[in-house]
């Protein structure tokens, strides 16, 4: 069986739980979560604790059991704790900056990049080279500090550009003179 699918999901304190057939729905403190799961996949809830279980041990199956068993983990954890990505701008002249609900990238080009906070995403600009993206869905998070690094990724030979706080960048060496 599969190990990440058999685990069962702890529900916290705070955190409102509702499985209705395949949908699943997470209410909490930083927000709410609605998940659909493959339909045969089967979810239970007993004592503040779901667990998910699979109908045989086909191939589909076992591949679906861990990723449903993820998924709605991610949906409770993302309304109990919410998720986070940071982000640094690295160059000289780059910086970041918060007007309003819109996040304001000056990256080197001619005019500055303007963002707007999607809807359940929360940007925080501590610093004019840091960047915080939080949020209690774990994808929209990922994808908008995706794309935030799309608008200037870093470059190999100074390190310039928009990465992500844990990201290393492997450093090239350049050209050398003529001798």
Do not use: C, W
Not at 145 to 161: N, Q
């Amino acid at each position: 069986m599969s190990r990440t699918g058999r685990k069962p999901i702890h529900i916290p304190a705070g955190v409102e739980v509702k499985i209705d057939g395949h949908h699943v729905s997470a209410k909490g403190p930083k927000g709410h979560n609605e998940l659909d799961t493959h339909p045969s996949m089967t979810l239970t809830m007993e004592g503040g604790v779901i667990t998910v279980t699979r109908p045989s041990d086909d191939k589909e199956h076992r591949s679906l059991h861990g990723l449903t068993r993820s998924l709605v983990a991610n949906a409770v954890n993302g309304v109990a704790t919410g998720f986070t990505k940071e982000l640094e701008v690295n160059g000289v002249g780059y910086r970041a900056a918060k007007q309003g609900k819109n996040l304001v990238l000056t990256v080197g080009y001619s005019h500055q990049v303007i963002m707007p906070e999607p809807e359940g995403i929360t940007i925080d600009v501590p610093a004019p080279n840091k960047i915080v993206v939080t949020g209690a869905n774990k994808q929209q998070v990922g994808q908008f500090a995706s794309e935030i690094r799309g608008k200037r990724p870093p470059e190999p030979y100074k390190g310039k550009g928009i990465k992500y706080a844990d990201e290393v960048i492997i450093r090239k060496e350049g050209k050398t003179g003529k001798k």
